[in-house]
């Protein structure tokens, strides 16, 4: 079972921008601006730590979350999405008029229990 997901239109953008930038990171901060948005950032441009929680890989790039972001999502099944406007980030890629998306339902019962007894 994953946590997380990606949309194919999410993907197609993501792989693009991979092609431009090398090795990517999505983070969630929970920050100010569109900090509660994911952002991709080149590998080394985001300082992460033990605050930080790897929640899965899409499309090869790994995705983390905020701890206290977490702690709000940590019941839900998140899918990364993109949309046409200009989000207020510096996340990769906003140069393309686009942003990145969450869209989340909460755990079956099935789900809450496999990720009860996994970190």
């Known amino acids: 079972m ?3 997901a990606i949309t194919k239109e999410a993907a ?3 792989n693009l921008l991979k092609e431009k930038h090398g090795a990517l990171i999505f983070h969630q901060s929970g920050g100010c601006c569109d900090g509660s948005a994911p952002m991709l950032f080149e590998e080394g441009d985001m300082y992460l ?3 930080d929680i790897l929640l899965g890989s899409l499309e ?12 709000y999502w940590k ?3 998140i899918t990364v999405d993109i949309t046409e406007g ?6 990769l890629e906003i140069p393309l008029g686009k942003r990145f998306i969450i869209h ?3 755990f079956t019962k ?8 996994t970190p």
């Open 2 to 4: 994953e946590r997380i």
């Open 75 to 77: 019941h839900t099944h």
């Open 49 to 51: 730590d033990e605050s």
């Open 86 to 91: 200009r989000g207020a980030s510096f996340s």
């Open 60 to 71: 090869g790039v790994k995705f983390y979350m905020n701890q206290d972001q977490y702690a």
């Open 12 to 14: 197609k953008t993501v």
């Open 104 to 106: 989340s339902r909460l």
């Open 110 to 117: 099935e789900e809450q229990d496999f990720f009860s007894k």
